[in-house]
Each structure stands twice: as C-alpha cells, then as structure tokens.
C-alpha cells in the first residue's frame, strides 16, 4: 500500500472545492472502515469489496491529499495523526449523510413522512390543530412542521421551497402557484363596549366611515380585504395603529384606541362588541396554495392536500 513513488498528481491547495469533493467522496466509507479495523483485509471482508480495491482506494486518497492517513504494519494499519484528524470530520460527514438519507426516506414513506404546511396567525388557535387532529386520525406517523405567517410571506416561502402547502387570504392568483378555494368567514366590525354603535347588532359600513381604524400592517391579506371593504363602502379608512396580530388589534379597540374588521374571536373577549357588517359582504376567502409546477408530492403532502380539499365548504370551526 506504499505511494510515495505513485505518479498520480496531488491536488494543490487552490483546486476546486468541486474538484476534491468529487475525488474523495467516494473514498471515505472505505477510509473510516479500514480506520475502524486498522485492517485492510477485516475491512475488506466487512465492506464486502476486494482487498485490492481497497488498497487502491487508500493509496489514492492518500495522494489526493498530499499526506499520510496511516502507517503501516505489515498487514495491519494505525491511523497518524493526520488521519486521526481527518477520520474525526469524516466520521461527522457520513452520519449527516445517514441522517439525510433517512429523513428522505421517511419523507416518502406513505404511512409517515413530514409536511412543511403554513398558515396564518388567525387560523392557528382552533382551525389548524383540528385540521391536524383530523388528519392523524388516519395517518398517524405524519409528522408537520408549522409555520404561522402573514400571506406574502408565506407565498414567498413557498416558492422558495421552505413550505409544501399554506392556508392563507386572500386566495392567490399568480401564474407560479396552484390554490384552491376553500372556506370564507365572516369578518365583523369590533367597537368599544362604551362605543356609540355599541348598542347595534348590525351596520352598514359606511355608518363608521368617520371613526378612527386598528388594522393589520400593509402586505397582510386582512388589511387589503379592509381597504378593499372600506372603498367599496365610500371611503378611506382613518388608521391610528397598525400591528402585526388580530387579537392584539382587539385589545386595541378594547382599550378605546379605535375600531376594527376582524374574524370571529376564539374566545369572546369583554370589552368589545362584535357587528355584523350588513353591506358591502364583508368576508374573506380562504384557501390552501401550493407551488406550481414543482413536481410530485411526496405521499405525506398528497395526502394532506387531498384532506384539505376535502374540507372544502367547511374547513372552519362552527
């Protein structure tokens, strides 16, 4: 297994990192064999490929890295130490590669697997972990990471891969994604409890085309679908503050700081009186999107989409 003498080139410290990777990557379960044994013949009988193969494979990652891995006794092997060293990272490279290869491969498990799946802040209190629950009643073994979010930002991770499907509003209309309709809700008017339309239970929106609005920032889907209302009602809404959550807003309005269109509560909270909007329809759409054209789902993510799409028309909690 001598290779001072072999004439194969070294790789010089400015070589491509492309170009060393290419050399040793298929050298270095055979590398941590042989270190593992400190055998050439055990480590070939272990790995199941010739002695001579092997061999090779040593002395040549041996070249490749212009140092010497092993010294040698006969026919048994002792690591220096530079090999000591190398061994240390390369044991940590191939168990990121098991890790790797078994969460994909547990990813197209049809029984099990994970799903990347988004949705927005106001449907994560009691619609998501029903939808879940629903869900795992029949594929126990599916595992999910959650991601809560505003609809931009989630169409944006989406696209870039991070999300396999979300729940979002309005639904989107973009050539890059797929999204199907599934629910609308109600959005009411939240006023002060001491509020002079306090004592109503419906309103025309243009009733509070004067009164000082609580609204989600810009790039949220609500405050568009507010915007929207407040023009087909015959104005500009008056924006006091902006936030990023629906129920803080709530509890600005509760705190006398303005009035809000908002999703039902989860849980009613004093303080405030919900209207009905009598005109415009005051709703939102909500859908489930997903990104074109991104090939086959897996089976876990095939068959969370195809449950959703199953909830169409009741994917809200009554």
Request: glycine share 8%; charged share 25%.
């Amino acid at each position: 297994m001598e290779h001072k003498n072999s004439s194969r080139a070294r790789l010089s410290p400015s070589s491509d990192t492309e170009d060393i990777v290419a050399l040793l990557a298929p050298r270095l379960a055979y590398f941590a064999g042989v270190a593992r044994t400190e055998h050439v013949t055990r480590a070939a009988q272990e790995m199941q490929v010739p002695q001579s193969t092997l061999s090779r494979a040593m002395v040549r990652l041996e070249a490749d890295l212009g140092v010497d891995l092993f010294a040698r006794r006969g026919r048994t092997v002792a690591l220096t130490p530079a090999g000591r060293t190398f061994l240390a990272s390369v044991e940590r490279a191939l168990a990121d590669i098991e890790r790797a290869a078994e969460e994909v491969r547990a990813d197209a498990d049809p029984t099990g697997g994970k799903v990347a799946f988004g949705f927005l802040h106001t449907l994560g209190t009691e619609t998501v972990p029903g939808l879940i629950r629903g869900f795992r009643a029949d594929h126990p073994r599916v595992r999910f990471s959650l991601v809560q979010n505003y609809g931009e930002a989630m169409l944006e991770r989406l696209r870039a891969g991070e999300l396999d499907l979300c729940l979002t509003s309005p639904v989107p209309d973009a050539p890059d994604l797929e999204a199907r309709r599934l629910d609308e809700q109600r959005l009411r008017l939240v006023v002060p409890g001491d509020h002079r339309l306090a004592g109503r239970r419906r309103i025309r929106l243009a009733e509070a085309a004067d009164e000082t609005f609580v609204t989600l920032e810009p790039g949220y889907g609500l405050r568009r679908i507010t915007d929207d209302l407040c023009a087909a009602a015959g104005f500009r809404p008056r924006i006091a503050f902006e936030g990023e959550e629906a129920e803080t807003l709530r509890g600005l309005v509760q705190a006398g700081l303005g009035v809000a269109l908002l999703p039902p509560p989860t849980v009613a909270r004093p303080g405030v009186v919900e209207l009905t909007v009598t005109a415009p329809r005051a709703v939102r759409e909500i859908g489930v999107a997903w990104l074109a054209g991104g090939g086959p789902d897996t089976p876990p993510v095939a068959a969370f989409k195809r449950f959703l799409l199953s909830r169409r028309g009741h994917l809200l909690p009554e």
